[in-house]
Each structure stands twice: as C-alpha cells, then as structure tokens.
C-alpha cells in the first residue's frame, strides 16, 4: 500500500497500476522499463507542461482539425495510461482509434481493445494487414485506418515505424518525453511531454482553436524548433541544480 502522503505518491501509483496492466497482459513486459526511461525525461523537463510543449499541442490539436482522416494510434502503454483521455480526443478530433502493437499478439490486442471500449473509445478494429513497410509486427494495420491516413497521432512510438509513416507522405505527430529518440526526430510534430497530460491539452485545443488559429498553426510547424526548446529546458534545470 503507497501512503497518500509520500512524495512521489503519483508515480508509484502510476508505476503500480502499469505492472498490473503488464501482469494482465495489456502493457508488455518491456513497456515497463520504457515507461522508466519516459520518467527519467519527465524529470528533467520538471515533470510539467512546458512552453513549447503547450506550443506543440496547440498545433497537434490544429494538424488533427484540419485532416482528412486522421488517426491515433494506440500501444500497451498508452492504453493503461490515458484511455479516458484518449476517448475525450476522440470525440473532439473524430479521429479513428487504433491499436498497434510492437509486441503484437491477438491476446493483447483484445485486451487493449476492451481496455479502451470500456473507457469509451469508439475502436476501429477488424482484420489487420502487414500493410507497413517494416519487418517487424507494427507493420499490421487496417486498410481504412493507419494505412489510409493522412494524419497519425503515435503516442510512445518506435522510431522506425514513425519513420516508415513518414516516408508514406503522412503527417505524424509523436508524444515523446525524449527529445533525442529517433522517433522525436523523425516526427513531423514531436511533443515532448508525458502522454497524460499532452493528450487532455490537445482535447482542449481542439475545441478552443478557431478555423483561422488552426491554418496559422499548421503552416508554421518547426519541430527542430521544439526539439531545441526542450532540450533547451531540460539543461537549464541541469545546470540550476549545481548552483
Ligand atoms: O505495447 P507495445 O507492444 O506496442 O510496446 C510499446 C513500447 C512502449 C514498449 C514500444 O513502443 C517501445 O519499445 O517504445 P520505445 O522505443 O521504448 O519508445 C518509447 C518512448 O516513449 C521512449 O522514448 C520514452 O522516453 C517515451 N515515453 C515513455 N513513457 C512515456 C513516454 N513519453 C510520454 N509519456 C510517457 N508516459
């Protein structure tokens, strides 16, 4: 039992409730020790929203109005952590919602499916394809999902399948505590901060920008620019910890 009035009492229930979700099979063994790495970031980033994160999930929020047939894609992580947040994007955005596994079993993808519909996402689910150009398992996707869209919102992503996305001309906006990963480099739009609170701020976004704030955002998308700040943030904390 963690005392309410521990200081890191959040995290631990956080870090408890993923290890049930992994000893349940929805969170893979090694998400866990991704999620460790994720906290490590979270740290130095001071574990709050910062500027040009709040930046970048304004125009995450715009790249999602504007699309055509957008898409957010969901892992094991994701799912534990933020499905409620996940169907309140949904129904702000009306994106699709899809499951896509690194570690995929037709097990886990049940699971985190009944995860998710149990939260209230509406799932598009039915037969996958190896559709991706990788060869590992994030290459199955649906046809009329991940497949055909031309915006895909990849919270905790591998960097080679943002890559592959990228290289199929699609728009790909990644939540990613760690500015330095392939995948927060690769992304047309990374955001860099923890997955539950990017996704609430982009669900607010949604609904605040107008049509107008939504074209200025998406023409002006820098992510090296982001990049920059975050590390940018994250030194300055490192180096006011040695005054
Ligand atoms: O459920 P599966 O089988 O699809 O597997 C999911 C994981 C996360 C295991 C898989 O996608 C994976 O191995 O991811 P990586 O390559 O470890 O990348 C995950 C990235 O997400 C890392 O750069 C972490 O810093 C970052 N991260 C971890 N937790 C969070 C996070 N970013 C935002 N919010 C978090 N809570």
């Known amino acids: ?21 992994a ?10 020790t991704a999620h ?4 490590a970031f979270d740290y130095l980033i001071g ?9 970048a999930e304004e125009t995450a929020a715009a790249l999602l109005r504007r699309a055509r047939h957008p898409v957010i894609s969901v892992n094991g992580n994701t799912a534990a952590l933020a499905a409620k947040e996940i169907a309140g994007l949904q129904r702000a955005s009306g994106a699709l919602v899809e499951v896509n596994l690194f570690h995929r ?15 209230g996402v509406e799932v598009f689910s039915g037969t ?30 591998d960097g080679d399948r943002c890559g592959a996305l990228v290289a199929m001309g699609k728009t790909v906006i990644a ?13 047309t739009l990374t955001i860099v901060d923890e997955v539950t609170r990017a996704i609430p701020q982009i669900t607010r976004a ?24 975050a590390i940018r943030e994250m030194t300055t904390r490192l180096s006011h910890a040695l005054d």
């Not at 559709?131 to 031309?150: M, N």
């Open 105 to 119: 079993t037709e097990e886990r993808i049940a699971l985190i499916e009944e995860l998710l519909r149990d939260a």
């Open 206 to 229: 949604c609904g605040r920008l107008t049509d107008d704030e939504c074209g200025n955002l998406a023409a002006c998308v820098d992510n090296d620019y982001l990049l920059s700040e």
């Open 128 to 157: 996958a394809e190896r559709l991706l150009p990788l060869s590992h398992d994030r290459a199955w996707c649906r046809r009329d999902g991940i497949f055909s869209a031309d915006v895909v919102l990849v919270p905790l992503e």
């Open 47 to 55: 574990e709050r929203t910062t500027p040009g994160a709040a930046l």
């Open 175 to 187: 939540v990613d505590l760690n500015p330095l990963s392939r995948t927060a480099r690769t992304a």
């Open 23 to 32: 000893r349940k099979g929805i969170v893979s063994w090694e998400g866990l």
């Open 36 to 39: 460790g790495r994720g906290e």
């Open 1 to 21: 039992m963690i005392p309410p009035d521990h200081p890191r009492y959040r995290s631990l229930v956080t870090r408890e409730h993923l290890a049930e979700c």
